[in-house]
């Protein structure tokens, strides 16, 4: 709640803040970009296991007699 005080008004912490403090963000980033990292190198490792390196997956023109 805010009071007026010798011709200032004060606001306490809470309602200044309203509500929220930093550190929330800087938790929200981290989760972020710690799950998108994981996520792409899923998506990475699953394609290259998948991946078939064998010479009839290349096309015909590229194959060495």
């Known amino acids: ?3 007026e005080k ?12 309203a509500g929220s403090k930093p550190g ?5 980033l981290l989760i972020s970009l710690l799950s998108a990292i994981l996520i792409m190198s ?7 296991i998948m991946e078939d390196d064998s010479e009839e997956a290349a096309p015909p023109e590229y194959i060495a007699e």
């Open 1 to 3: 709640m805010s009071e």
């Open 42 to 48: 899923i998506i990475w490792i699953s394609g290259a």
């Open 6 to 17: 010798n011709g200032q008004i004060h606001i306490d912490e809470q309602d200044a803040a």
């Open 24 to 28: 929330v963000v800087r938790w929200v």
